[in-house]
């Protein structure tokens, strides 16, 4: 089969073209469309995914990188019927607007939640040591990298705070 790489808990064929960005990959050649292409440069968060875990900017990579790799996008998080709890948080708090940037921040406040379970600090942790307590400082520094041109910000603060609570408790 060649190298694959799971994608969704799904194993695909990486493409035999070496240049293509993982971005490339999921929209064009698997017809994962929820990830958009923002800026193409890594600086508006709009293409995130998860590999293994680890909340990345799929513009910025080769899918040939990410051999035996497994991505999660947003269509692996969830589904209209049953969505993700940070999905059904999104929609509670009207945490979008034009919806365009809402992939990339869902994707990014999983694997975020993820960071904030396994106490990995940030610049806004009070302590590089210990549990981690979720606040609104805490999360606009984890969210940094995700823009949302329409400044949906404070709803999208209090969508994943909620979804936090919902998973711990």
């Given at each position: 089969m060649g190298e694959t790489i799971s994608v969704n808990g799904t194993q695909r064929s990486l493409p035999d073209d070496?240049?293509?960005t993982l971005l490339d990959f999921l929209r064009r050649d698997?017809?994962?469309?929820g990830s958009k292409k923002g800026?193409?440069?890594?600086?508006?968060?709009?293409?995130?995914?998860?590999v293994n875990g680890i909340r990345i900017n799929s513009c910025l990579t080769l899918a040939a990188?990410?051999?035996g790799d497994s991505v999660t996008t947003i269509e692996g998080l969830g589904t209209p019927e049953a969505p993700s709890?940070?999905?059904?948080?999104?929609?509670?708090?009207?945490?979008?607007?034009?919806?365009?940037c809402t992939p990339g921040q869902i994707c990014s406040a999983t694997a975020m939640l993820e960071e904030l379970a396994n106490d990995w600090p940030s610049d806004a942790s009070d302590d590089l040591e210990g549990k981690i307590e979720i606040s609104g400082e805490e999360i606009?520094?984890?969210?940094?990298?995700?823009?949302c041109r329409c400044g949906a910000y404070a709803?999208?603060?209090a969508a994943i705070r909620d979804a936090a609570t919902e998973t711990s408790a």
């Open positions: 070496p240049r293509i698997l017809g994962l469309t800026c193409d440069h890594g600086q508006c968060g709009a293409c995130t995914v998860i990188m990410h051999e709890p940070l999905q059904r948080a999104f929609v509670d708090h009207d945490g979008f607007q034009c919806g365009y606009r520094e984890r969210m940094s990298g995700n823009l709803n999208i603060v």
